[in-house]
């Protein structure tokens, strides 16, 4: 559902355009994911749009040989994030059976030393496959409390946590704690600048604070709107 709004800036009046588009999930502290991870590298799979429904994977490697080593598999829908899988160092698939063997549908590497990566999937509809983005929570410090925004579009966005605005090029990501008001609450904003530099809002919501989760917020091209937002927040250690 859209609406149109007013928004004063600069001494105008601005008319943004609001959507009411956003694909949210909440992963619960349950189980396992309430337990620390142990064991060797692992990997969570952040699927924004499946190639279809209940799309089978298998994440496998090969060995020296070309032989294909596997060590998982799940069911991708959209959208969706799948539990800890095992995972090893150096070029990781995502594969699906075909009538004799695995066929390779996303490459990717997973790094060296690293004990924990998430695997942001970007389906490629006319090659029937999958790009794959490998997000290190480490590296890129992204600790409970936090948000992870990333920019896949080529719009430049400008994004507003409570009272801290990140401007994110195409591209981009950022780390980012946002700014709650006394009550634990903040107002959640994207939005770009237009031809006339006036703001175009593409989503506008004001949501709670968490010092448990751990967020991500990735915009992504719509042809009309200009920005689509996909948001996460995800509970459980990663120790």
């Not at 559902?1 to 600069?10: A, L, P, V, W």
């Not at 496959?129 to 490998?134: C, G």
Request: aromatic share 8%; glycine share 8%; net charge positive.
């Amino acid at each position: 559902m859209f609406f149109y709004s007013h928004i004063k800036q600069s001494g105008r009046i601005v008319t943004s355009l609001f959507c009411g588009f956003l694909l949210g999930i909440h992963i619960p502290a349950h189980g396992q994911a309430a337990a620390k991870v142990e064991g060797g590298p692992k990997l969570r799979i952040v699927c924004v749009s499946s190639l279809s429904e209940d799309h089978e994977v298998v994440l496998a490697s090969k060995d020296e040989k070309g032989a294909w080593q596997e060590y998982g598999s799940v069911k991708l829908r959209s959208p969706f994030i799948t539990e800890w899988l095992p995972a090893k160092s150096g070029e990781l698939h995502l594969a699906q059976r075909g009538s004799k063997e695995l066929i390779s549908i996303c490459r990717f590497t997973y790094p060296a030393d690293t004990r924990r990566v998430l695997l942001a999937l970007l389906p490629q509809k006319e090659k029937n496959n999958y790009l794959a983005d490998v997000l290190n929570p480490d590296k890129l410090k992204l600790a409970q409390g936090s948000t992870l925004l990333v920019n896949y579009s080529s719009t430049p966005a400008s994004v507003m946590l409570g009272t801290r605005r990140t401007n994110m090029k195409p591209g981009e990501r950022a780390v980012v704690k946002p700014v709650p008001e006394s009550n634990g609450m903040f107002r959640m904003l994207v939005g770009f600048a237009d031809k006339s530099d006036e703001l175009v809002v593409c989503y506008d919501r004001y949501v709670p604070h968490s010092e448990e989760s751990r967020d991500m917020l990735m915009l992504f091209p719509d042809p009309v709107l200009g920005l689509r937002v996909f948001s996460l927040a995800e509970f459980g250690p990663y120790e």
